[in-house]
């Protein structure tokens, strides 16, 4: 997916493959998934593909795109409409992190549910 419309898409895809799941931790990834979606889309500019694993206690999101650089926390100005993606994902997941491999690289993240 490399459309500007792919991040609402993810959005819709994570509500229907998380039935039951708390309502806020459904939001918190939906908001997480797609910062890291639009990074890829606005950086990367590659196709992207977000996998979405669940454990009794864990939540884990992974999007992958064709970019071998890292995400960076960037500090912006409180009136900048871009620039807190990274930030967000550091904010509010659990854990997350990078792995960059073969011109690629997957930035995770984690909720504890």
């Known amino acids: 997916m490399q ?4 991040p609402r898409r993810v959005r819709r895809w994570i509500a ?3 039935p039951g799941c708390d309502g806020d931790a459904v939001a918190r990834v939906q908001l997480l998934a797609s910062e890291l979606v639009t990074n ?3 950086h990367a500019r590659s ?3 977000v996998t979405i694993t669940r454990s009794d206690a864990r939540l884990s999101v992974e999007v992958q795109d064709a970019s071998d650089a890292a995400p960076v926390r ?3 100005p409180l009136d900048s409409t ?3 993606g990274i ?3 550091d904010t509010l997941s659990d854990e997350w992190g990078v792995r960059v491999a073969d011109h690629a690289k997957t930035v995770w ?3 504890d549910l």
């Open 3 to 6: 459309d500007p419309g792919s």
């Open 40 to 42: 890829s889309l606005v």
């Open 109 to 111: 993240f984690e909720l």
């Open 82 to 84: 871009t620039g807190r």
């Open 47 to 49: 196709d992207v593909e």
């Open 16 to 18: 229907d493959v998380l």
């Open 87 to 89: 930030w967000l994902v």
């Open 74 to 76: 960037r500090s912006v």
